[in-house]
């Protein structure tokens, strides 16, 4: 989905990408185990971005979506947003609370919001423990409380951008993750961003 604006550094993004990788099967294996459900990482990607180029680059889309914003605080500050259509989103909840064929689902009831808070916050989490496990510091985070959204693509992301409170030629370190949830044989898909303030990452790597 994504085009890299700098690809001059070839063993860091390869070092970065294995970094992506852990992260997106561990993030994977422990939601499928928390959820009761079968999520299986598809492809796992890094790259560095200024935040224009990313909404640039996420392009221009009618599909209505239900998305999870999760920012990080600490030394390390981040955030991440995980996207999945409606549709999708609803099969995937519907299994997770182990609701009934004939009961309806709605994505803002209390175990729905969970259902997803819990698959951001475990993605987020795995992320954050994989780059800083990688650097060698002692650091601390923590996972804010999680904000979902529901609308058409367009609307939820200009609704992320605004949370993010960025300039647009600030640049990312960003990570990205396409997954499958099995549901009953058939395949679900998301999307998840995993964006690092790259000037805060360099300051800190520095110290």
């Given amino acids: 989905m994504f085009e890299n604006a700098n690809t001059s550094a070839g063993n860091q993004f390869t070092h970065l990408g294995a970094i992506g990788q852990e992260a997106s099967v561990k993030g994977t294996s422990l939601a499928s185990k928390k959820l009761d459900l079968t999520i299986k990482a598809q492809d796992s990607n ?8 990313i909404k640039t680059q996420l392009g221009a889309k009618d599909a209505l979506v239900v998305s999870v914003l999760t920012k990080v605080l600490g030394n390390l500050p981040a955030a991440s ?11 995937i909840i519907s ?4 609701a009934k064929s004939t009961r309806a689902i709605t994505l803002f009831s209390f175990s729905s919001q969970i259902t997803l808070k819990i698959l951001g916050e475990i993605l987020t989490s795995s992320y954050s423990e994989s780059l800083i496990s990688e650097m060698g510091k002692e650091l601390e985070f923590s996972v804010g409380s999680p904000e979902i ?44 961003v995993y964006l ?3 000037i805060a990452l360099k300051n800190l790597l520095n110290q």
């Fill in 149 to 192: 959204f529901s609308d058409n693509w367009n609307n939820t992301l200009e609704l992320i951008f605004s949370r993010l409170n960025g300039k647009d030629q600030d640049s990312y370190l960003v990570f990205t993750l396409s997954f499958n949830c099995e549901v009953h044989n058939n395949n679900y898909q998301g999307f998840f």
């Fill in 95 to 98: 299994v997770a609370i182990g």
């Fill in 46 to 53: 890094v790259y560095i971005l200024s935040l224009k180029d």
């Fill in 81 to 91: 947003f995980l996207m999945i259509g409606r549709e999708n989103a609803l099969k």
């Fill in 196 to 198: 690092v303030d790259r």
